[in-house]
């Protein structure tokens, strides 16, 4: 079955910076897009970013873009999150989550999710 | 950017009950809206995509509709394990947009 299991998640320092990594398994991960997906406590959904199953198509949200590096390790099965110069309001939990697939560097819905991990940022 | 906007914001009702979710677009989208169900401490969960598609292992009292720029999410009769929080999302256009959630509870 498909597993997405996130790690990283820590406290850290505003300012500093983080890796965020998501194990993939159960599915041929190198075929799918992936994407990173945040939601602070009590909030709503955000979309942070996305990329391509062959790794040479991204995306970002504006307010992670210039900080935050999606990047992916097909031959680990591995998808990461690069995160850089911190800030309070990236306090959130950020799940990975596998796109539906409509073509190598097409982007659309999110058929499976890991159950995320949290990253505090403290001043 | 698209902005999502769902409404309401949340609904009680009880178990056998309709209940529609309305979501807007702030332009077109071309028929790319997804609804996603979430609970309390969980990931959320594909419902419906492309509008009015069911994701596989969905019950069939959940449906989607809409065009344009105005789509809802309706389940058919309430029961007790739909009390969760909805979102729509467009993935028409980059940024990747959500709606700002509905939360659905049980009378």
């Known amino acids: 079955q498909v597993q997405l299991v996130e790690s990283g998640g820590d406290v850290v320092q505003s300012g500093r910076s983080l890796r965020l990594s998501c194990a993939a398994s159960?599915?041929?991960?190198?075929?799918?897009?992936m994407h990173w997906v945040r939601q602070a406590p009590g909030k709503g959904l955000e979309w942070v970013a996305g990329i391509s199953s062959d790794g040479n198509n991204e995306h970002y949200a504006d307010s992670v873009k210039g900080r935050f590096s999606i990047f992916r390790d097909n031959s680990k099965n591995t998808l990461y999150l690069q995160m850089s110069s911190l800030r309070a309001e990236d306090t959130t939990v950020y799940y990975c989550a596998r796109d539906r697939g409509c073509g190598s560097n097409c982007y659309s819905y999110f058929d499976y999710w890991g159950q995320g991990t949290l990253v505090t940022v403290s001043s | 950017d698209i902005q999502m906007t769902q409404s309401p914001s949340s609904v009680s009702a009880s178990v056998g009950d309709r209940v529609t979710i309305t979501c807007r677009a702030s332009q077109g989208i071309s028929g790319w809206l997804a609804w996603y169900q979430q609970k309390p401490g969980k990931a959320p969960k594909l419902l419906i995509y492309g509008i009015s598609s069911l994701q596989s292992g969905v019950p069939s009292r959940f449906s989607g509709s809409g065009s344009g720029t105005d789509f809802t999410l309706t389940i058919s009769s309430l029961q007790p394990e739909d009390s969760a929080t909805y979102y729509c999302?467009?993935?028409?256009?980059?940024?990747?947009?959500f709606g700002g959630g509905t939360k659905v509870e049980i009378k």
């Open positions: 999302q467009q993935v028409n256009i980059f940024p990747l947009t």
């Open positions: 159960g599915f041929t991960f190198s075929t799918y897009v």
